[in-house]
């Protein structure tokens, strides 16, 4: 029998979600979003902070939360093609901001929000429990 303790999904997801945040061109905040089926078998969408494709990588402005990147909660939505009936969780680096939370509300049948660190912001937290979506932070 192998002694090894497992990582839990959650554990491999969030990770994934920060390998993800390394590619980000943020100069201020480097976010991972990743998108999965309830069952953890697959994921549906992943995303990073960034600019758009096609622009040069780096923020527009210096201005904190307007340094016109796209968040990677909003490039994980983009990229998920999966219909709104399916049931999906969600890993973030980072608590989403307001705006990205109604966004992951617009994806549809999000059943949870996992995150790894605080934002400066947390009224997203109470806006998804208010729509039936729980957020839980995971520490490392």
Known sequence: MNSQQRPSFEKIYLDLASSLAQRSTCQRLQVGTVITSTD??????VGYNGNATGLHNGCDREEPGNCGCLHSEEN????CDAPRFIEKIVFVTHLPCVQCAKRLI???????LF???????KDS??????????VEILKN
């Open 115 to 121: 995150y790894g660190h605080e934002y400066r912001v």
């Open 76 to 79: 994980a939505v983009i990229n």
């Open 125 to 134: 937290i109470e806006l998804l429990k208010r729509v039936g979506i729980p």
């Open 40 to 45: 953890f078998r697959k994921v549906l969408a």
């Open 106 to 112: 617009n994806l549809g049948n999000v059943k949870k």
